[in-house]
């Protein structure tokens, strides 16, 4: 749906522009995140979200995000690319396939609040040379005259 990917492109426009970066260029694994990393069970929206993101789509590189170049790369080719024979984690291999990239990226499906599809709930994940990446709850609000966006980190490692 062009709302849910316009949503996409802006949120991770913000969220990447938070990011100290060298590149400009990401991958974005093709299927979404059906696990809601939040370490605090007594958050709010706890069960509501993690009921939510049991629900899976898959994307299409269908991204416009500013000063951005995206890919989207398959679950199975990602995993080709950074997990070896004896199940360690490897990043030589994907950074020999993809250079340019900054990181990967790891998205769920779009929580709406609103029917008009303004505000809702979006998690974002990266991973990026292997040194560190985590996972970020962004509650949007995406109208016109009040953009904003807040940031709640889930999971870091």
Not at 60 to 87: G, M
Not at 90 to 115: G, H, N, R
Request: aromatic share 14%; charged share 30%; glycine share 4%.
């Amino acid at each position: 749906d062009t709302t849910d990917n316009r949503t996409y492109s802006i949120v991770l426009g913000e969220f990447l522009d938070k990011l100290s970066k060298t590149k400009n260029s990401i991958l974005i694994q093709s299927e979404s995140d059906t696990v809601f990393y939040y370490v605090d069970k007594s958050y709010k929206h706890y069960n509501l979200l993690s009921k939510h993101n049991k629900r899976q789509i898959r994307f299409e590189n269908l991204f416009k995000i500013k000063n951005w170049q995206t890919k989207v790369i398959t679950k199975e080719e990602l995993k080709s690319l950074t997990i070896d024979e004896n199940e360690d984690i490897i990043w030589d291999p994907l950074y020999a396939k993809y250079p340019e990239i900054e990181c990967v990226i790891f998205l769920s499906s779009i929580y709406y609040t609103k029917t008009n599809k303004l505000k809702g709930f979006l998690q974002v994940g990266f991973m990026r040379n292997g040194l560190n990446g985590g996972y970020y709850l962004i509650e949007f609000n995406l109208k016109k005259n009040n953009k904003k966006l807040k940031f709640i980190e889930t999971l870091v490692n």
